[in-house]
């Protein structure tokens, strides 16, 4: 049986599913529409699209979006990216038709009624406060405001108190008329069943939608010279974030990259910025590295916080890790080691069929495939000590800063 299933209904959507033998099925719809493809006067409308799903359809209300499947025990949710929006489902297998109907209804259906819209943003502006309450999330925004100022990239996804309150039902409308076209979606899916079971359930509910081809085109990013911003933001800590442009999704140098950035900051303790940071030297109790991977382009940031007296030394700390990185190839032994750690981390994430079901559903949205896990380990055995010193010395070169102390 092979690895996955890839289908493509008469309107242009795209559905890939991969049969287990789990008795829970997920199920999800990502659509390559995000931040990125709002004009200058829809900041933040992608991600109130995404909220607006869930107050009421031609069919439902909003109480009734939000019971269908939790009454089943069942889990409906959304979130959205800079380059796409996810609508996704968990439910027992024996309600998997079910979930497929809902996911049409509300990306379809949705009628987006005024009353709803205007107490759900409340609810959005609540969540914006939320997060510039927390200057570990606020920071990584804000680098990247940074990083692709004067890009459709440059600005962050919950946008603003103002122009929320901008705007309506119609304003939605404009915007998925424009942006959310089948050839931009991709309906994704796992579960005890056979492909040809997702794929009917698929036609039915998802196959009378009316196909359509995006027009507009998104603007690449342009370069942007190396900055050094140190703002005060009056918190408890020092938060910095260390970092530049990085490879895109689809530039095969991605894998050696993420490699680099797993040995520097990935979640295990041994990783080279948490043993220097927080093991030898207890300057630092939170330090990561991380790598997102855009169409045209990428971003990569070593974040850390620390005692306002500290955070010198942690920089200059990571900026010796950096130029060793760069300079001096890893041994065969410590190459040998990052490899294994890296393919272990992918298969136990793996293990997870949401995550397997949105990651798959997200390559084929970007790269029309996606490699079965072992091409993908094979491809992470073949990679050579040069190839993570050049990807190293290419990203981490001209390091970009911004600190909030």
């Not at 959507?13 to 990125?36: E, N, P």
């Not at 570990?136 to 103002?162: K, M, N, P, Q, V």
């Not at 703002?231 to 020092?238: A, C, G, R, V």
Request: aromatic fraction near 8%; proline fraction near 3%.
């Amino acid at each position: 049986m092979t690895e996955f299933t890839t289908y493509t209904l008469p309107n242009g959507i795209r559905g890939i599913h991969r049969q287990t033998k789990s008795v829970v099925a997920h199920c999800a719809l990502i659509i390559g529409a995000g931040t990125r493809d709002e004009q200058p006067d829809e900041y933040g409308l992608a991600h109130f699209t995404e909220h607006a799903f869930f107050k009421g359809t031609a069919r439902r209300r909003a109480w009734q979006v939000n019971c269908r499947l939790e009454n089943l025990g069942g889990e409906l949710n959304a979130f959205t990216t800079k380059e796409d929006t996810t609508v996704h489902a968990t439910v027992l297998r024996g309600d998997f038709r079910k979930a497929v109907e809902l996911l049409a209804d509300v990306v379809f259906r949705s009628t987006f009624p005024e009353r709803e819209l205007e107490r759900e943003k409340e609810v959005i502006l609540d969540e914006i406060n939320t997060y510039k309450d927390s200057p570990a999330e606020a920071i990584y925004d804000r680098f990247e405001e940074l990083l692709f100022a004067g890009s459709e990239l440059g600005h962050d996804i919950l946008g603003t108190r103002a122009a929320l309150q901008r705007y309506t039902g119609d304003s939605i409308r404009r915007f998925t008329a424009r942006t959310h076209t089948t050839d931009q979606i991709v309906f994704s899916s796992i579960g005890s069943f056979p492909a040809r079971a997702a794929e009917e359930a698929a036609l039915r509910y998802l196959g009378d939608a009316a196909p359509r081809t995006r027009a507009c085109e998104r603007v690449r990013t342009v370069p942007a010279a190396p900055f050094d911003r140190r703002l005060s933001k009056h918190t408890h800590q020092t938060h910095c974030l260390i970092g530049g442009r990085a490879y895109d999704l689809a530039d095969e140098r991605r894998l050696p990259l993420s490699l680099v950035v797993n040995i520097l900051g990935g979640p295990s303790a041994n990783s080279l910025l948490n043993v220097e940071l927080r093991e030898k030297h207890g300057l630092s109790y939170n330090i990561e590295a991380s790598y997102t991977p855009y169409s045209d382009t990428g971003c990569v940031g070593i974040y850390f916080s620390s005692e306002h007296d500290h955070a010198e030394a942690c920089i200059e700390l990571i900026r010796k890790q950096l130029d060793r990185l760069r300079r001096e190839p890893l041994t065969a032994r410590r190459l040998a080691m990052a490899k294994r750690q890296f393919i272990a981390q992918l298969a136990i994430s793996n293990e997870s069929n949401e995550n397997y079901m949105l990651g798959a559903g997200k390559s084929l949205l970007v790269h029309d495939g996606l490699d079965t896990m072992e091409e993908l380990y094979a491809k992470v055995e073949a990679l050579t000590a040069n190839d993570l010193a050049a990807a190293a010395e290419e990203v981490f070169a001209e390091p970009s800063l911004l600190m909030y102390k």
